[in-house]
Nanobody, 121 residues
Framework: QVQPVESGGGLVQAGGSLRLSCVAS????????MGWFRQAPGKEREFVAA????????SYLDSVKGRFTISRDNAKNTVYLQMNSLKPEDTAVYYC??????????????WGQGTQVTVSS
């Protein structure tokens, strides 16, 4: 399976912004739903955001709505996550998955190494 590569994480103060990128090469993903997940220490991995193939319909975790924006560039096989107004509770390792299966957007693709996002208060 294709393994995505995430980047763009870092340390930021509360209220700051980061833009995550995920590149997956090897095949075309334009028809696939792609998304972001995160895992905080001691917690299970959770869904953050997804963008469907074709329709480009987006879905978000309630706690990030209005702050995070997911987008994709099919020509570059890349999915982005723009994160604004970051909060300490957003601290986690962020992972992308480029093969989300309908209707519940279950992640079916491989996981990358993730990118650490740390938000200080």
């Amino acid at each position: 399976q294709v393994q995505p590569v995430e980047s763009g994480g870092g340390l930021v103060q509360a209220g700051g912004s980061l833009r995550l990128s995920c590149v997956a090469s090897g095949r075309t993903f334009s028809s696939y739903a792609m998304g972001w997940f995160r895992q905080a220490p001691g917690k299970e991995r959770e869904f953050v955001a997804a963008v469907r193939g074709g329709s480009y319909i987006t879905s978000y975790l309630d706690s990030v709505k209005g702050r995070f924006t997911i987008s994709r560039d099919n020509a570059k096989n890349t999915v982005y996550l723009q994160m604004n107004s970051l909060k300490p509770e957003d601290t986690a390792v962020y992972y992308c998955n480029v093969d989300l299966r309908p209707p519940s957007l279950t992640p079916a693709g491989s996981w990358g190494q993730g990118t650490q996002v740390t938000v200080s208060s």
